[in-house]
């Protein structure tokens, strides 16, 4: 029975709108220090470098007050601005549809640009030096102007900034329709005006867009990010081609992203020969590369050829059968190498089970299985009893030996012997949890460790796993967690879908899919995707729950994103597919009532938002009759049913519709 406490992965708050050129008076603070040096070599202006932190009286007071001040803004017009500040201010910097969340305390950039542009700062003009409140002028050739810090009177910085400024005039910076200019100035402003563009057009007007795009002299990185994101396939490959002609160093996630949502082959080509280009100055592109470029290849016999059958597939019934049979068989020929390889793979076998069953004893049956494979020395049986040194070594915890026996089976001696089906399958399952592990140390001693290797092997197991259908749920998972880690994320995703198809009733397994296409595709992609997982089920009732839910997910998302119509579509899906979860399987009922309150609740709030408070109502007495505990549990965007339908009612009251607020009365706290 599925547990009623699964989490929901969205908790983010409702994003804020973009900014655009006509929000109230503000500091224009470039997006990175590349756009603002590239402005202040063009333009003759000097820097202002900002430097702000949460937390302190001085720092507050420039950040709420004076930043916002119209005098201290016009003063301001006379330099190219960049604030660093280490402090997080917003739960992510775009939204699922690729609009910049602008950050609340400094807006213009996102929270991940005044984090991310400090520590070059640091190096090119702190002087060994981090304070804040800090404001720093720097002039041509990098002259120090001012640098004000740890003044007793903030004025001091304010009449700092005042003296210096430039009274050059700077008609190249404003608001312009002109694509030609936009397209070449690196400032805020016209990178604004462009997505503002983007997001106001149609699609004829956004292929236009994506199209001057490609031959961009200003890396119109965010405009791209939200052409990825477009719902419309058409638009993402015209965003795919134009990061493959101007994506840089800063456009790698993007790329990466690009090749997450596009299936066109000779696009995907273009988009890794940018990153090899990128590479030749740039370890991370190079890196990346490098991991696309990987195939799968053929593994070694025995692994790669046809598999005995084996009874030990059969599960626990199976393996006692084999059991049997040799202990019966051993103990007339002791010294048979063979007998023995098989007695120690039934071992390990019923140690497995046994892990399936939280059983006890597992150590010693893994210990049997280790003595009586001590005693195989025949060369033709090497290679499986590496193999299966490997996956008792593994089961035990000794990742050392287990890594060391693998390495022997996969490029020791090859034999002509059959693997048993059992062994390859388990083998080769452990095999892709080491890659992973292997994977993930290197990197951790170096972000930006090469891992072409693993990454080759892990394609070449799931390969064979996947033909013959004989992947285990950790290995693949592993398997699918180390192509994620790589940036091979469309690879990583038809794992995922295929072991959602192979473990139907695996949370892990859909969770980690649900997420993974979320990230990807979007929202609308989510519910698409779990329509054909539903349809091709043999357990309905288990299907439909997990679609129930990606469902709920995604009406969160469109909630989160803005978009009142498609969140509605969704959480009426949720609910109705809950519904028919709980009809099909009573084990079910009480997790799908639980989940179909927090669909009820979510559709109601925006029922009532877009005028129709009847059918808000409806659905709130009806998720109160479903599952009244439910009432008062938070949904993932913290938000209580019970706390819904009181808002709902006092709204409904204030607005002299006393008789349709009177039927939530019995809701209230």
């Known amino acids: 029975m599925l547990a009623t406490a699964i989490s929901c992965a969205l908790s983010l708050a409702l994003p804020q709108q973009p900014a655009t050129p006509d929000a ?4 224009a603070w470039q997006r990175t220090l590349e756009d603002a040096l590239a402005l202040k070599e063009a333009t003759g202006l000097p820097l202002l470098i900002a430097v702000n932190m949460d937390g302190e009286v001085f720092n507050e007071r420039f950040a709420a007050t004076t930043y916002r001040d119209p005098t201290f803004v016009r003063s301001t ?15 992510r910097d775009y939204d699922a549809l690729g609009n910049r969340v602008e950050c609340p305390r400094f807006g213009g950039c996102t929270c991940s640009e005044h984090i991310n542009i400090e520590p070059e700062l640091f190096r090119r003009f702190f002087n060994g030096n981090r304070n804040a409140p800090r404001h720093v002028g720097v002039g041509g050739e990098d002259q120090i102007l001012f640098d004000r810090f740890l003044d007793r009177s903030m004025q001091t910085a304010i009449d700092a900034i005042a003296e210096h400024r430039s009274d050059k005039d700077t008609p190249h910076l404003r608001a312009t329709d002109d694509l030609d200019e936009l397209f070449a100035r ?6 604004t005006l462009l997505e503002r563009r983007y997001r106001a057009a149609d699609k004829a007007g956004r292929r236009l867009l994506l199209g001057r795009a490609a031959t961009a002299k200003n890396e119109p990185v965010d405009l791209l990010r939200m052409g990825l994101r477009d719902p419309d396939g058409d638009l993402v490959g015209l965003t795919a081609l134009a990061l493959s002609k101007v994506g840089g160093s800063s456009a790698l996630i993007d790329i990466e992203d690009a090749l997450a949502r596009v299936e066109d082959a000779a696009l995907r080509r273009a988009l890794v020969d ?3 280009q990128l590479g030749v100055t740039d370890r991370a592109a190079a890196r990346m590369a490098a991991h696309f470029s990987r195939v799968a290849e053929d593994l070694a016999a025995p692994w790669s050829s046809p598999w005995r059958l084996s009874e030990l597939v059969r599960g626990r019934e199976g393996v006692e059968a084999v059991l049997d049979r040799v202990e019966a068989a051993i103990g007339k020929k002791p010294d048979d190498d063979g007998l023995r390889l098989e007695l120690a793979t039934a071992q390990a076998a019923f140690a497995c089970a046994l892990m399936q069953e939280n059983g006890g004893g597992i150590e010693f049956w893994l210990a049997d299985a280790a003595r009586n494979l001590a005693r195989v020395t025949a060369p033709e049986l090497r290679q499986e009893a590496r193999a299966l040194a490997a996956v008792v070594a593994w089961y035990t915890s000794d990742g050392e030996n287990a890594r060391k026996a693998a390495t ?3 490029h020791g001696t090859q034999s002509a012997r059959r693997a048993d089906a059992w062994l390859a399958g388990n083998f080769l399952d452990v095999l892709l949890q080491l890659e992973a592990q292997t994977a993930y140390a290197r990197a951790q001693d170096d972000e930006l460790a090469g891992l072409a290797a693993e990454v080759g092997r892990a394609l070449s197991v799931i390969k064979v796993l996947e033909t013959r259908d004989a992947g285990l749920e950790r290995g693949m998972l592993a398997g699918a967690g180390l192509l994620e880690f790589a940036g091979l994320r469309a690879d990583a995703r038809g ?37 054909a997982f539903v349809e091709g089920a043999a357990d309905k009732a288990t299907a439909e729950w997990f679609a129930g839910y990606a469902a709920l997910v995604a009406g969160d998302r469109h909630t989160m994103d803005g978009q009142p119509a498609a969140a509605e579509a969704a959480y009426g899906d949720a609910v109705q597919r809950f519904g028919r979860s709980a009809a099909a399987n009573e084990d079910y009922a009480d997790s799908s009532n639980h989940y179909a309150v927090f669909g009820l609740a979510g559709r109601a709030l925006l029922r009532h938002q877009r005028g ?40 409904l009251a204030s607005a002299g519709r006393a008789a349709l607020a009177a039927q939530l009365e019995s809701l209230l706290p």
């Open 408 to 410: 022997e089976a996969l």
């Open 495 to 531: 794992v995922l879908q295929r072991l959602a198809v192979q473990f139907p009733g695996s949370l892990e397994v859909h969770n980690r899919w649900r997420n993974r296409v979320l990230v990807d595709l979007g929202a609308v992609a989510v519910r698409t995707a779990y329509v």
């Open 24 to 27: 109230p008076a503000r500091v």
């Open 77 to 91: 017009r006379g330099y190219i601005c960049v604030v660093a500040s280490p402090d997080r201010h917003t739960d």
């Open 612 to 651: 129709d408070s009847k059918g808000a109502v409806t659905d709130l007495l009806r998720a109160a009759a479903l599952r009244p505990d439910s009432m008062d549990q938070d949904d993932a965007l913290q938000r209580k049913p019970r706390g819904v339908a009181l808002r709902v009612h006092d709204e």
């Open 274 to 276: 940018q990153l090899r």
């Open 186 to 191: 690196r400032d805020a402003l016209a990178r």
